[in-house]
């Protein structure tokens, strides 16, 4: 990751969290809503680097640097890292179909709300390990 600017909250981050699944051999891609600005939905640069600072924290120390907000310009090269995901206990209907694998897109903005980069990632994620 190389950023050219500092990441402040003058940076707006719009997340989309997208569930990809499979149904009688129809792959689907399932929108996570916004409930309660968590989710895909818009964020200052600072205030989703708090929320997600369990996340951020590891990835940017690995590479050396000082976590956190904001950030000065930049530039993070880091391979194999464990991440630990903000946990949350969900009944076990939710895990079983929440489970599976997410695309998280990130789009970056600057004040004037002109593209300034963005970010895509594709994870696995299984919710009924925290049973």
């Known amino acids: 990751m190389k950023s050219t600017i500092t990441l402040s909250n003058r940076i707006t ?20 809503p916004c409930i309660r600005q968590f989710g895909s939905c818009l964020y200052t640069f600072c205030d989703l680097f708090d929320l997600m600072n369990t996340t951020f924290c590891p990835l940017l120390q690995a590479g050396g640097k000082v976590c956190k907000c904001p950030l000065p310009p930049t530039s993070v090269d880091v391979e194999n890292v464990n ?6 206990k969900v009944p076990p209907f939710i895990a079983e179909i929440g489970s599976g694998t997410y695309e998280v897109e990130a789009h970056f903005k600057d004040r004037f709300q002109r593209p300034i980069g963005c970010l895509k990632v594709e994870a696995e994620v299984d919710m009924r390990a925290y049973d």
């Open 83 to 88: 991440v630990r995901i903000v946990r949350v």
């Open 13 to 32: 981050v719009k997340l989309d969290i997208i569930r990809k699944a499979s149904l009688f051999g129809a792959n689907l891609r399932i929108p996570a």
